[in-house]
């Protein structure tokens, strides 16, 4: 029985390093997922916003502070693009050679579609997250909205 003084000690130096892994990987998860949810509601948030703005300088001002570069807080492994555009009406022409063909009507934006896009850095991961693939290497937010009409007479 006097062999086994230190058996515990072993199993716990065996497990330690899985169990840290484990921990650590949770917590850099959750910290990534919460960073995704700010970003999430900022993007719908502002989607709405340029949706409901009636007025083309004032839309054209939120986008324009929009589009800058984000940097995410937590996650930063993550380079983050903000990029707000426009979903066009459709309007179907007919070509020389007698055929029609749907194609944009770029008078007529009716969508506003607001995209936020993560692209992983991987210089700075240590290797064992490149076997795993946590956390992905790229993935998007993209919220689509109705835009109100325009008012011209401002």
Avoid at 11 to 32: Q, R
Avoid at 98 to 127: A, Q, Y
Wanted: net charge negative.
């Amino acid at each position: 029985m006097k062999r086994q003084h230190g058996q515990a000690l072993v199993e716990f130096a065996f497990m330690m390093p899985l169990m840290f892994l484990m921990v650590f990987g949770l917590i850099y998860g959750a910290v990534i997922f919460l960073d995704y949810l700010n970003f999430s509601n900022d993007a719908r948030a502002v989607a709405r916003r340029i949706a409901v703005t009636t007025n083309e300088t004032d839309r054209a001002e939120l986008i324009d502070d929009y589009n800058t570069a984000a940097n995410s807080k937590f996650a930063r492994f993550y380079n983050v693009t903000r990029q707000v555009s426009y979903g066009y009406a459709k309007k179907t022409i007919t070509t020389d050679e007698g055929t029609t063909e749907e194609v944009d009507d770029t008078t007529k934006p009716i969508d506003v579609v607001v995209v936020v896009k993560f692209e992983r850095d991987n210089r700075d991961l240590p290797l064992i997250l490149y076997k795993t693939g946590f956390p992905p290497e790229e993935f998007a937010i993209r919220y689509t909205m109705k835009l109100e009409k325009l008012d011209y007479s401002s």
